[in-house]
């Protein structure tokens, strides 16, 4: 079987994909990538070959400060972002890229809407892997006309209830207590286990014995347009009894950042595999891959969303008894302070977020997802 994994984003995006695709190529079949230019580079550093489609228009790092979160903009932004420029680009590309490259099946995150529209429009089989943790952020009245655009270009019927997005085969890596019960998942998605490893093993990020450790990060997006977040953050941890681990992505060099106390470690990247088992606790801006990462560890949270699907994962975790969550805007360095404080020293966050961290565990594996896409590359003659 030759499966074409595709993403649309950076990433967040990504990520997700990597785990089905390294256990579908154990399991014998053929895998690559097609993600935007500036994506595959990383794409080959782990491994798989990659194809670029689409721009990378809109991309240059812009250092800003931190703006209020305004979430009907951020979901106007996926139809006029994902779906105008970058969908119509992708699947423009896409459709000749499939011509040589000949897959037997496209594996698209929920944001790559350029090739679902390739797909059906060579009436390819396609799944949809979800990368939205609470399911609340892609909205039909945004998402449809602009989707319709592409579709007409393409020869495709109108599709305003979006069931291109769920008509096959839908992928969740979250656990189900996550999704907002507001937002079921669509009838027959399949939710499975993400990370291979055992949450319980051992990392490999020796702790420095300041105390608990506690690992802060604000994502490889929001990170350059969060303002003075980093320093308020530092400033209100760095003299408590706890080994900090903080990431500040690619874009900022660490030493922005001034000294800091021996119990403070500033790093441009860390592994999550290598970091979370040895943590007690995440600060996040509380996007869906930092979410999950945490809440498969077993770990509690602070979270300070900072905008897209933030505040709505940030308001799910609250309602789970995983995280306290802060306004990014206003928080000071003593509320920081005291929310990990009161994180740390309270049993029923870690409770919770133990009780998330088992219900992931007991989901099927990778190895769940694979079948279920063999199944659905089959030609329908053999199944019948």
Wanted: hydrophobic share 45%.
């Amino acid at each position: 079987m030759r499966l074409l994994f595709t993403f649309a984003g950076g990433s967040g995006h990504l990520e997700p994909l990597v785990p089905i695709a390294r256990t579908a190529e154990a399991a014998g079949h053929t895998v690559a990538f097609v993600g935007r230019p500036w994506m595959v580079p990383q794409v080959e550093a782990l491994g798989f070959p990659a194809f670029a489609a689409g721009s990378n228009a809109g991309l240059t790092p812009q250092r800003l400060p931190l703006a209020p979160i305004d979430l009907n903009r951020d979901m106007q932004a996926v139809g006029d972002h994902f779906v105008r420029r970058i969908g119509r680009e992708r699947a423009a590309a896409i459709l000749p890229l499939c011509g040589r490259w000949r897959p037997d099946l496209l594996v698209c995150e929920e944001f790559d809407f350029g090739a679902m529209v390739t797909a059906e429009a060579l009436a390819l089989p396609h799944a949809t892997v979800l990368i939205g943790a609470t399911g609340t952020f892609v909205r039909a009245d945004v998402v449809a006309e602009p989707l319709n655009e592409v579709r007409t270009e393409h020869g495709l019927p109108p599709d305003p209830g979006l069931e291109m997005l769920s008509r096959q085969l839908v992928l969740s890596p979250f656990p189900p207590s996550l999704r907002d019960p507001v937002h079921p998942l669509p009838a027959g998605a399949q939710a499975f286990r993400l990370f291979s490893r055992d949450p319980q093993d051992g990392g490999e990020f020796a702790s420095r014995g300041a105390g608990p450790t506690v690992y802060f990060t604000l994502g490889t997006i929001y990170n350059v347009e969060s303002g003075d977040l980093f320093d308020r953050v530092i400033a209100g941890l760095r003299d408590l009894p706890i080994d900090l681990v903080v990431t500040v992505g690619r874009d900022i060099d660490p030493r922005e950042l001034g000294p800091q106390p021996a119990n403070v470690r500033v790093e441009r990247f860390v592994p999550h595999s290598e970091l979370l088992p040895t943590c007690r606790l995440v600060i996040s801006h509380g996007g869906s891959g930092s979410v999950l990462g945490a809440l498969a560890h077993g770990l509690p949270m602070v979270l300070l969303p900072l905008g897209a699907d933030q505040p709505l994962n940030a308001a799910r975790c609250a309602a789970l008894g995983v995280a306290v969550v802060l306004d990014a805007l206003t928080v000071t360095s003593q509320s920081v302070g005291e929310a990990v404080t009161r994180v740390l020293e309270q049993p029923s966050y870690r409770r919770n977020a133990t009780r998330v961290r088992d219900e992931i565990a007991a989901l099927p594996g990778p190895e769940h997802a694979v079948a279920l896409l063999e199944q659905l590359a089959r030609p329908k003659s053999l199944t019948a």
